[in-house]
């Protein structure tokens, strides 16, 4: 009889000892996964409005697109996130010729870095992005003149963040292709 409310006492004390594991585990969890959501945040939906600059500014008019970045809050004022973009541009008339250009698209794939200058609901930003501009080939009066090619860029930009809006100015430099885009933004997910 002694052994078996032994066996009994030690049996509940090594389901009571796994079930604090198990608590305790789970809370872990519970707190890095808060703690990762906190960290995570995602700037979509995300408008721009685009203007050529230089040579690219005489083949193309004013553009619009939209985008999506991902990012991760490496500390209280540094992201680390992921712009994938697209962006459309009129097609205009060529100087000193009866010719005219198609519409063209950019496709922007960029690892991006951000600092926050502050942490209140109104925060202004700085930061850049580096990264792939895939162009789609040009179409002069339907003739198409080139291919298609990808190009490596950066892109200096700035803002400021009004609660989770994101108003923004992105200065594109690409070899022949430089534009001038104006972002407007809505944070979804944790970061304040």
Not at 107 to 114: A, C, K
């Amino acid at each position: 009889m002694i052994k078996k409310s032994s066996f009994r006492v030690n049996n509940f004390h090594q389901t009571n000892q796994t079930m604090k594991k198990l608590l305790l585990t789970a809370l872990a969890i519970g707190i890095f996964s808060y703690s990762a959501t906190a960290q995570f945040h995602i700037e979509f939906p995300g408008l721009n409005f685009n203007s050529p600059q230089g040579d690219f500014g005489e083949t193309y008019d004013l553009g619009i697109g939209f985008y999506i970045e991902p990012k991760y809050a490496l500390n209280e004022n540094i992201d680390l996130g992921l712009l994938i973009g697209s962006n459309g541009f009129a097609g205009a008339d060529i100087d000193g010729t009866n010719s005219s250009a198609d519409a063209t698209g950019v496709l922007v794939i960029q690892p991006t870095g951000t600092y926050r200058f502050s942490s209140s609901s109104v925060t202004p930003y700085a930061g850049l992005g580096l990264g792939l501009y895939s162009f789609q080939a040009v179409e002069i009066d339907g003739v198409e003149i080139g291919e298609s090619e990808s190009k490596f860029g950066f892109a200096p930009r700035a803002g400021v963040y009004v609660g989770r809006l994101n108003l923004g100015l992105a200065y594109n430099i690409v070899s022949d292709a430089t534009y001038l885009q104006f972002n407007l933004g809505v944070r979804l997910l944790s970061r304040d």
